[in-house]
């Protein structure tokens, strides 16, 4: 079953950090003051609402992730292109690891990372070719590095990731270019990805970007533009 929630704020990224908390980032700058916010999602088991924690980022973030006490950031680049940044989420501050764009991911729509596999993985919008991996721990050296694992077999207009541990599971949300909607299994030594939850009837998330899931019980957190819905 699912249950279907509305939010007080818009978002575009979720992640939950080591300690289990779910984090998101805003793309709608609440108080007009110039600059995004940073926010953390209350009671995701329950009644899910939004916390502001800090309001300094200057950018629009279609995915978040969380490696140990470090969050990433991928931000698109005009014309074409994505740059991994690390967050501070308690000050807005972002510090640059890189560009993809050169290294074959040009627009990064959703990412994960397997803290076992010491993997990232990174979904390329608009593109046949669209899942990699990517070296995202060269701080000091080179652009990240992406790595072609395969596609999905059809065209992705936007996209979520998150890498469920217990299950050693890459899920995935997915709004095709023929507007259908659904959650995926993708295997990773591929690309290839299998229907979980087909969501072509949940108008209401047409707008989805992102996916988390509760690490316990196990569910789905789908984020929409104002909407939240869970699968229990």
């Known amino acids: ?7 007080d704020h818009a978002v575009t990224a979720l992640a939950f950090d080591q300690n289990g908390v779910l984090w998101a980032t805003n793309p709608d700058d609440i108080d007009g003051n110039g600059f995004l916010e940073i926010m953390q999602v209350t009671d995701p088991f329950g009644t899910p609402g939004l916390t502001i924690i800090s309001d300094a980022l200057t950018d629009t973030y279609a995915t978040i992730e969380w ?16 740059e991994l940044q690390t967050i501070d989420p308690y000050s807005g501050v972002v510090t640059p690891v890189g560009a993809t764009g050169t290294t074959g991911v040009d627009r990064i729509g959703g990412m994960s990372i397997d803290t076992v596999g ?3 993985y990174a979904f390329d919008n608009r593109e046949t070719e669209a899942f990699y991996t990517l070296d995202w721990q060269l701080l000091d050296g080179p652009d990240p590095t992406g790595t072609l694992i395969g596609a999905p077999g059809f065209l992705v ?25 659904g959650i995926y299994t993708i295997d990773t030594t591929d690309g290839s990805a299998d229907l979980f939850m087909d969501l072509s009837t949940y108008t209401e998330v047409r707008g989805a970007t992102s996916i988390a899931i509760i690490p316990e019980p196990a569910s789905l957190l789908m984020l929409g533009l104002t909407l939240l819905l869970r699968r229990r």
């Open 67 to 82: 490696d140990g006490d470090t969050m990433y950031g991928s931000k698109r680049i005009e014309p074409i292109g994505s």
């Open 157 to 181: 207009d936007k996209s979520g990731l998150d890498f469920y541990e217990p299950e050693d599971t890459l899920y995935a949300f997915f709004r095709l270019e023929t507007q259908d909607l």
């Open 1 to 7: 079953s699912s249950d279907l929630f509305t939010l």
């Open 118 to 120: 010491m993997k990232m």
